[in-house]
């Protein structure tokens, strides 16, 4: 507990600490800014005489985009409009599949027999590359909202799937017992030892759950929509317009790095009982 | 003489080995406690000593013979048991208190209810101030004093305990022994206190049940006469309990020593 080191520790010390370690952020953050000018620059530089815009086009081209997009608006409506269709279709195939993938997988964790049963289906369905569903999907469920759904669905189902399957599977049989003995029914027993164990697997697999989202519903988008970031970077493509697709990338680069957030912070809620990991620092 | 709370009748459980092969833990085993009776039971390390008492618990079913609680068939877990494990079985995701809680919310009490009940034994093994903390901010010792609590807190009429205090230090060992007596004192439960550890059996115990090497079974079985109550630093240095230990060590030796030369000889 670092309140009681602190406690111990001469004044000095702590704050000769603190600023070593401040120190060292503000050392880290410069650097890593430094990478990203480097990087822009050089591509900016290298655009700009080398290499052919038309095709990689440049940063100052990809910035004169988005602020196209963000001022005027896209060719389907307001980029606002298109984020919202795309956080829409990820957001809800990942509730879907996430609530899914949790209920099957602590099910089949907990029946040996379920499990022994189901395993070559599901390896089977996982095999198949399911990003070609998305195709099938277009033509089960149009153009809308659904057809995109499914296929974040599908992809964040097999993610979350195996993961509670194994959290499941690994809960500790000692305390299993001792709430047995405690006085626990069998619901009891799942709903207090079986699903906060695999908590820890499940929100895990919930960082590279949702990235499965966002894959889902762009690809769906390119695939077929009315509207959408895929959309937008499928026509920009078709038009050549090279710098829409860097835009594209950019505006769910952000989605995706928000949401990413948004799970640490949960994850960090429900995990407070957990020891802090041994190194915090090296986090990437 | 009252009749006994616990009884095992030529108990033998047998377990499938991971080769396919059957392995026989216990083998007709028979042992008696009587209501509020501290019994425990020593015999050379993995003889079996555990499976007696997940018998008791109804965890497994005997192989054959029968296992009674209160002059009943055991099937499923006896009302009124609590059992303490050797590893830690206390919940990591809860505080103390709420570890503490967990049986009588299981049980049906009331959350207020089974708040006020934790407090009451959280306070009793000494953790008042820890209920809010999280087991991995504890010591060893003081989580075992989270899994004493749990188990008490149900009020059992048959506590069973597994080497419960077998990974702690010899300092804190002295000091949960002596914390455990004076908690079961006047519960008037009957204990079954499986150790390897002949001292801490002879320390605690009212009669004391002497195991063979494995497959397990009974013995011999001594009284342990010593007053109570006991401070278990003190009561080694006496010459009573001297005598008493050098009598069940002649018993215990043989077995060890045969466990011994089995492992030894690579069987």
Not at chain 1, 223 to 228: F, P, Y
Not at chain 2, 31 to 55: N, W
Request: charged residues 20%; hydrophobic residues 50%; proline residues 4%.
């Amino acid at each position: 507990m670092s309140e009681a080191i602190a406690v111990g520790t001469p004044k000095r010390e702590v704050s000769v600490a603190v600023s070593a370690v401040r120190k060292r952020r503000i050392k880290v953050w410069s650097i890593r800014a430094a990478l990203v000018v480097l990087w822009l620059a050089s591509w900016e530089i290298a655009a700009t005489y080398w290499i052919d815009p038309f095709y990689y086009s440049k940063p100052s081209q990809v910035w004169l985009k988005l602020v196209e997009w963000f001022t005027q608006g896209t060719s389907f409506g307001s980029i606002w409009a298109n984020m919202l269709v795309t956080m829409e279709e990820a957001v809800g195939g990942f509730l879907l599949g996430a609530l899914a993938g949790v209920v099957l997988g602590i099910l089949l964790g907990r029946s040996p027999l379920l499990a022994e049963i189901c395993a070559p289906f599901i390896k089977a369905v996982n095999a198949v590359p399911r990003i070609v569903l998305a195709s099938l999907f277009l033509i089960w469920f149009g153009l809308g909202l659904q057809s995109k759904v499914a296929t974040a669905f599908i992809l964040v189902f097999f993610a979350v799937f195996f993961n509670a399957f194994q959290g499941a599977r690994e809960v500790d049989r000692n305390l299993i017992n001792n709430a047995r003995i405690l006085g626990a029914s069998r619901v009891q027993v799942l709903t207090t030892i079986v699903v906060p164990s695999a908590t820890s697997w499940i929100l895990a697999s919930l960082h590279s759950a949702f990235g499965f989202a966002l894959i889902g519903a762009v690809v769906g988008e390119v695939v077929g929509a009315e509207q959408g970031l895929g959309l937008l970077i499928a026509r920009s493509q078709g038009n050549f317009d090279t710098p829409g697709i860097y835009a594209g990338m950019i505006v769910i680069t952000v989605l995706a790095l928000v949401a990413e957030a948004l799970l640490t912070a949960l994850e960090k809620r429900l995990l407070k009982w957990r020891p802090p990991a041994a190194h915090t620092e090296v986090q990437i | 003489m009252t009749a006994p709370v616990i009884e095992l009748r030529s108990a033998t459980k047998r377990f499938r080995s991971g080769s396919g092969g059957v392995h026989t833990a216990v083998q007709s085993l028979s042992m008696t406690v009587r209501p509020g009776e501290f019994v425990a039971v020593v015999g050379p390390t993995g003889c079996g000593k555990s499976t007696t008492l997940s018998l008791v618990s109804g965890l497994e079913p005997p192989s054959e013979g029968q296992a009674l609680v209160r002059g009943e068939n055991v099937s499923g877990i006896p009302e009124g048991v609590g059992y303490m494990f050797q590893n830690d079985a206390v919940m990591p995701w809860r505080t103390v208190l709420d570890n503490v809680a967990a049986g009588p919310r299981f049980r049906g009490a009331s959350k207020a209810e089974a708040r006020k009940r934790a407090e009451i034994w959280v306070d009793k093994v000494g953790l008042g101030k820890f209920g809010g903390y999280y087991p991995h901010q504890l010591s060893g010792g003081m989580r075992k004093r989270v899994a004493l609590a749990q188990t008490l807190v149900n009020e059992p009429e048959i506590l069973l305990m597994d080497e419960p205090f077998s990974a702690l230090d010899v300092q804190t060992r002295a000091l949960m022994q002596d914390e455990l007596l004076r908690l079961w004192s006047g519960t008037g439960a009957a204990v079954i206190f499986v150790t390897h550890d002949l001292d801490e059996a002879i320390a605690l115990a009212d009669k004391v049940v002497v195991m063979t090497a494995s497959p397990a079974t009974v013995k011999a079985t001594f009284e342990v006469g010593l007053d109570r109550p006991r401070d278990v630093e003190e009561i080694r240095m006496t010459p009573e309990f001297q005598d008493v230990y050098r009598e069940i060590w002649q018993s215990l030796k043989e077995e060890v020593d045969k466990t011994r030369e089995r492992s030894s000889a690579g069987v």
